[in-house]
Structures are given as C-alpha cells and as structure tokens.
C-alpha cells in the first residue's frame, strides 16, 4: 500500500479528492510532503529528480516573486501583470513536465498578503477558465496569508476566497499567527515573539469558519517559526502545540480522528530533524522549504565556476592550449545544470527526514 494506490491521477499534477487523500495518507502513515519553491525551469527540474529518484510525491510552489521572476525580471509587474502571467505560466511548464517524472505533484501558490490579493484573483481568473475546459484548476491549491491583518479580517477574507474556490475542489492553505522574518518582501523580523504562537481558540474559529464551505483547506499556525536562517538557540519552536490544537479540535467536534486539522510547517530552514519529526508526528503534511535550496543551488554553481575558473575567462584559449575553446565549459546548460545537481541533493535530504522517501 502506497500513495499511487490512495490516487485516482497517479503521475502529474493532482487535485481535488486526490490533493486530500494525500493528506490524510500522510498523516496516517506520519510524513509530510516538501513544498519545493520554484522560480524557473531550472529549479523545477530539481526538485522533480529528486522526488521520482526518493519514489516520492512532491509540492511545487510559486511565490509572488516567482511568478515575476518566471515571467522575467524586465516585465513590469504593474497591476501584478507579470506575477500572474509568470505564475500561469509555471504551471503550464509544470503540468506539461510532471507526468514525464512518474511522481504525483501538487502545484501550489506561496504567501499571498493582502497588498498582493490582485495577484491571487488573477490566478483563480485562469484557475475558473481552465476548470470551464478541463473540469479542474489549473492550479491545485494557493495560499492565502492575512496573518499581519486582524483575526476578523483574515478569517472572512479567507471564507470567501475558499467560497470561490470551494466549487473547483481547490485547496486553500491560510496562515494564523505570524510566521517570523523575511520572505518574499513580507518583513516580521521585528515581531513580538508572542505573536508567533498561534491559540488553540484561533484554530477552532478557523476550523468552524472553514469546514461548512469546503473541507479542502489547511492552516499555517504559529509554533515560533521563522523564515529564513538562524542559529541554534536563536528560535524556540515549540511544535507540541499543534498537539494541544488538534486535540482541542477534536474535543470541541467530538471528532473520530486524532489529526482532523491539516496543518504547515513555515520558516523550516535550519530547524533540528527532531523538531521536524514532532510536527509531522502532530498533522503537519507540508513543510515548506526554500531558504536552503536557495543556498544549495547557489553552491553548485559556485563551485563549478571556482573550479573551472581558467576554462571560463575567455571563449577561446585555456590551461591546455591558447587555441582550445572553452564552449563546453560556459555553455549555461553544463553550470546552470550542477545548480540544479546539488539543489535535487538538498530536496531529496528533505524528503528523507520528513519520512516522505519510498511513500509512492
């Protein structure tokens, strides 16, 4: 038993029915799924290898950001143009390659705040289109993040994106609680640090909130995390929490299940592999990383143009000769692809210590 064997679409980007059945296959069986960030082709490819090298399913996701970058940096993004078009357009890169891996793969949205709210909408535009055509989002899920906004505003601003959203089958990850740091132009590194603990009380409101429209969603609580990368000691992360949440859920709805709330890891770079495995052991199905693959693609290019540096400082002429051409050591498809060679390397790390290797 695996998770092609819990899927009705089990190579490719799934959706809907199959998106939750992974979820509670997760938490069943206690490992979670890496939501990898993508910004090109390129960063796409590595992490795809690594999941269908690891047997493994995967979350590929496209922050604001990203979706700019994929479009390219020299498009204006006045009116978030270039976001949405560059994020529509990951995903189409995303669906057309995905099948060819043999692994299943959730297309996901990062970190949408409400100064970025027209960026989402222009999404679910072309999710709505493509579900006219093709019966589902283009789109598996997005994220929705009104954490620095009020309680009351975030939960009825979320309730009616998933309102929109909930007749497509489409997930809608929302954030409670401030997750630390920077990401993304989204700076919390000033924060109180009480703001990063998310209340039991909160989850429930959410969990209420959200069921009787769509059961397709999941929470991004607060348990101390923080975005980007810090020294041990630096950050207390106290996962256990999202014990007490789930178990205050489940005493309020009398619930059958130990786990009824999906919950995310945010702000995962450099916490403890223990800290890892107490919150997947919790519910938490996706961990999100980016952080550190940023620093791993960065290495493998480093590297290469360190080590190849004589072969790199002209088109022709190297240490084996004056008239030896160096094409093959600055063609972008040999350095570019040892980025992508110690990225795969760091994602399928990943999916060794969130128990997600071999799941398929």
Known sequence: MGVTDI??????VIVGDDVYNLFKYAQEKVFAIPAINVTSSSTAVAALEAARDKKSPIILQIS?????????KGVSNEGQKAAIAGAIAGAHYIRSVAPAYGIPVVLHTDHCAKKLLPWLDGMLDEDEAYFKLHGEPLFSSHMIDLSEESVEYNLTTTAKYLKRAAPMKQFLEMEIGITGGEEDGVNNEDVDNNSLYTQPEDIYQIYQTLLPISPFFSIAAGFGNV???YKPGNVKLHPE????HQQFVKAKESSKTDKPVFFVFHGGSGSSKKEYKDAISYGVVKVNLDTDLQYAYLTGIRDYVLNKKDYLLKQVGNPDGEDKPNKKYFDPRVWVREGEKTMSARVAEGLDDFNTSGQL
């Open 64 to 72: 604001n950001g990203g979706g700019a970058y994929f479009a390219g």
């Open 241 to 244: 929490l999202l014990s007490k």
């Open 7 to 12: 899927l009705s679409r089990k190579t490719g």
């Open 227 to 229: 975005h980007g990368v």
